[in-house]
């Protein structure tokens, strides 16, 4: 018999300064529908004005975005850090637009829609970095509107906002079930049959594979522990810490890689922005040569991009299938009780993980701040800007999501090893 499922829609709203807040957000969406499936038969789908809204014509761009978005949205989840974004005929900023009309939504029907609203601390953004136009608009909405209106949520970095979401939206829907009944029905929720749709197409339109950042540290230590008896759970074992061994060590090479362009790019970087300074300094002005310097330092950067395209998800995809090979594995690993020692040793390759995806936050947050500063002098070094700024947006959430991974198998593995003792 086909298993009813409810689909509740997420509408992810934020400037462009938090994008990877919003890819990690569709990650917490990925992770927590086999459980919401199988806990309240309940199936997330994020939307968002990029990955939801086709090109369009209106009044005015958030016009657009409003007709094709419209009342499709069960839960509204707002993010606002150091930018409040730019102004509508209707409103401070599209985000703020569309926080109204999800709050008079809420007034006007309580149970047709929920509400929740995050602010990112600006603690690691420098003061000269700052566009405090935009801050200022940023903390008069706070003070304005949110303190007034609403209970919000605040984090200090991406690994923070991933914590809180995932508990805030189980929670959300864990909280209105009663036995097999939903306490809050939402007007727009839509049923479907499981076994009418793939998963694949419970996602969202246009989403991008999780990936993870760059780091020129390696990790050598093996992840390769068996316990010594081999009975069947313990050759299932073997399958999956062999596949886990492997899928991380190809990880370390694309990450490799990625430091290596990394590496080659700040140079050119460097170097173009010589070029510039000279040609900008000539008199009288060389607008030709300027031009050119600038759509020489554009190619550079498109270049960039295109092989972060290629090699992050590279390293993003071995290493969560290192992790899923790992878990697969751990429950009959556990079974077999195996020793002290090889749990630490397990561990402390968790250990050294851990700490390089941590430190790779930010390096990639200030190097997404630099470019983000820098103004579009052409049309060329706007595009590839845009693509670069997309490509960090998905290392820093990666990152985010990767490192919460490795944590929580760290976690479960501690606990075994005091369970032993």
């Known amino acids: 018999?086909?298993?009813?499922?409810?689909?509740?829609?997420?509408?992810?709203?934020?400037?462009?300064?938090?994008?990877?807040?919003?890819?990690?957000?569709?990650?917490?969406?990925?992770?927590?529908?086999?459980?919401?499936?199988?806990?309240?038969?309940?199936?997330?789908?994020?939307?968002?004005?990029?990955?939801?809204?086709?090109?369009?014509?209106?009044?005015?761009?958030?016009?657009?975005?409003?007709?094709?978005?419209?009342?499709?949205?069960?839960?509204?989840?707002?993010?606002?850090?150091?930018?409040?974004?730019?102004?509508?005929?209707?409103?401070?900023?599209?985000?703020?637009?569309?926080?109204?009309?999800?709050?008079?939504?809420?007034?006007?029907?309580?149970?047709?829609?929920?509400?929740?609203?995050?602010?990112?601390?600006?603690?690691?953004?420098?003061?000269?970095?700052?566009?405090?136009?935009?801050?200022?608009?940023?903390?008069?909405?706070?003070?304005?509107?949110a303190e007034k209106e609403l209970l919000y949520a605040e984090f200090r970095t991406t690994n923070d906002f991933l914590r809180l979401v995932r508990d805030h939206l189980w929670d959300l829907v864990a909280k209105q079930w009663d036995g097999d009944k939903c306490k809050w029905r939402p007007l727009g929720a839509e049923e479907i049959e499981l076994d009418r749709i793939t998963l694949q197409e419970l996602k969202t339109p246009g989403q991008a594979a999780a990936s993870v950042g760059i780091e020129l540290a390696k990790v050598s230590a093996s992840i390769s522990v068996l316990p010594e008896e081999a009975n069947d759970d313990s050759m299932e074992v073997l399958d999956a810490i062999v596949e886990a061994e492997d899928s991380v060590q190809g990880g370390m090479v694309a990450l490799d890689r990625i430091g290596e362009i990394t590496r080659k790019q700040n140079e050119r970087f460097v170097e173009g922005g010589k070029v510039i300074k000279f040609a900008a300094a000539q008199t009288p002005p060389n607008t030709k040569a300027f031009k050119s310097a600038v759509d020489a330092a554009a190619d550079d950067l498109a270049a960039y991009a295109r092989a972060l395209r290629?090699?992050?998800?590279?390293?993003?995809?071995?290493?969560?299938?290192?992790?899923?090979?790992?878990?697969?594995?751990?429950?009959?690993?556990?079974?077999?009780?195996?020793?002290?020692?090889?749990?630490?040793?397990?561990?402390?390759?968790?250990?050294?993980?851990?700490?390089?995806?941590?430190?790779?936050?930010?390096?990639?947050?200030?190097?997404?701040?630099?470019?983000?500063?820098?103004?579009?002098?052409?049309?060329?070094?706007?595009?590839?800007?845009?693509?670069?700024?997309?490509q960090l947006d998905e290392l820093v959430a990666a990152l985010a999501v990767i490192s919460d991974r490795a944590q929580s198998i760290s976690a479960r593995l501690k606990a075994s090893h005091d369970s032993a003792n």
């Open 1 to 145: 018999m086909p298993q009813a499922i409810t689909l509740l829609s997420i509408l992810g709203s934020c400037p462009s300064d938090l994008g990877a807040e919003l890819t990690v957000l569709q990650s917490v969406v990925e992770e927590l529908n086999p459980k919401l499936r199988d806990a309240y038969s309940v199936q997330l789908r994020l939307m968002t004005a990029v990955n939801s809204v086709v090109p369009g014509i209106g009044t005015d761009p958030q016009a657009v975005v409003n007709s094709q978005i419209g009342e499709q949205y069960d839960i509204y989840i707002g993010l606002l850090g150091t930018r409040f974004g730019t102004k509508t005929p209707r409103a401070g900023s599209g985000t703020e637009e569309e926080f109204r009309e999800a709050r008079d939504r809420w007034l006007n029907s309580p149970t047709s829609v929920r509400v929740l609203f995050y602010f990112k601390a600006a603690s690691d953004v420098s003061v000269q970095d700052l566009d405090l136009e935009q801050l200022s608009r940023v903390q008069k909405f706070k003070k304005s509107t």
């Open 310 to 390: 290629q090699e992050i998800p590279a390293f993003s995809s071995a290493f969560i299938s290192g992790f899923n090979a790992f878990e697969a594995g751990m429950d009959a690993w556990i079974k077999t009780k195996p020793t002290t020692e090889q749990i630490i040793k397990v561990e402390q390759t968790l250990d050294k993980v851990i700490p390089i995806l941590d430190s790779s936050r930010d390096p990639v947050l200030g190097f997404r701040d630099v470019l983000a500063r820098i103004p579009n002098l052409t049309s060329r070094f706007r595009t590839a800007n845009r693509a670069t700024l997309s």
